[in-house]
């Protein structure tokens, strides 16, 4: 079949190859999402041709997927942006990413962790230096909040799932994936250590891609002090490319841990996280020692 037949074909996989094109197309959104906007940084980014990218940006813009919006008049210049169609292909970003990681850089085992020494694990710690993208996430009332727009440090807890008793719980064989269990204990012992975040300046926040109204009874079960947010689709995960594994048909994060500096950009990581319990404390430390420097 030719390329050119694909948008033509009775099948919805074939119709988005026939928008989507080719690999490079695919690390364009990539990029878009992780707040690579500009021409100049996508080519320096990707080490596209200029013809090649002009090419693909161009198609991204017809089919909707990206929106030019100009930032100088003289001369003409444009940031690319993810329209509502873009942030569609957020989920298929990740499910590529994690399949990549579990069937191509790992051995195929479902794990909610990583090896310290990973090329997972490597990513996650390259993040440090990096500003956040401009990310909202809907918190428990269903308000959004940007996780970009304050002042004050950051600490952003990300977990598989939590959920209040008597609610839609864990899916089957939850226990037997490493890493998953300990949401509970770690959000209990943040919300224990709450007042000593807050007199060290620095705000706290947990994020799961579960519903908002799931994070919102377990927040009310647990007297979290803190808001819980949600990332069911994906801007954070896909954004940051962000450690995610599947269960219970839902995509959920690794555990880890981001400490965010008030110009939203990232000073510290925990991954693989192995003790949510006492990363709460080291966390603490960690905030302290960037206060005081």
């Not at 996508?42 to 002009?54: D, I, M, N, W, Y």
């Not at 444009?78 to 942030?87: Q, S, V």
């Not at 909610?112 to 909202?136: F, K, Q, Y």
């Not at 598989?160 to 959000?187: F, K, M, N, V």
């Amino acid at each position: 079949m030719r390329r050119e037949d694909l948008a033509d074909a009775d099948c919805g996989i074939a119709q988005a190859l026939g928008v989507l094109g080719d690999w490079w197309t695919f690390l364009i959104v990539r990029d878009v999402a992780g707040g690579t906007t500009r021409f100049d940084a996508l080519q320096r980014e990707l080490g596209v041709s200029r013809r090649a990218l002009t090419e693909r940006l161009a198609a991204l813009v017809e089919h909707g997927v990206l929106e030019r919006r100009p930032y100088s008049q003289h001369p003409p210049r444009f940031d690319y942006l993810l329209t509502t169609k873009g942030e569609g292909l957020l989920p298929v970003l990740i499910a590529l990413q994690d399949w990549g990681t579990r069937h191509l850089m790992g051995d195929g085992d479902l794990t909610a962790t990583a090896d310290p020494d990973s090329a997972e694990a490597r990513r996650v710690h390259d993040l440090i230096g990096r500003r956040l993208p401009d990310v909202v996430l809907p918190g428990p009332d269903g308000q959004p909040v940007a996780l970009t727009d304050g002042d004050a440090w950051s600490v952003l807890y990300l977990f598989p799932g939590a959920y209040a008793p008597g609610t839609q719980g864990y899916p089957p064989g939850w226990a037997d994936i490493p890493g998953a269990r300990g949401c509970t204990l770690e959000s209990t012992t943040y919300a224990d250590r709450y007042a000593d975040f807050q007199a060290s300046g620095a705000r706290v926040w947990g994020i799961s891609t579960q519903r908002p109204d799931q994070l919102g009874d377990f927040a009310a079960y647990a007297r979290l002090p803190f808001p819980l947010l949600s990332d069911q689709d994906g801007r954070l995960a896909a954004g940051l490319l962000l450690p995610t594994f599947r269960a219970g048909g839902i995509t959920r994060f690794k555990r880890l841990t981001l400490l965010i500096d008030p110009a939203a950009v990232v000073r510290a990581v925990q991954f693989p996280v192995t003790d949510p319990a006492g990363s709460v404390d080291e966390m603490l430390d960690v905030v302290r020692k960037h206060r005081a420097a």
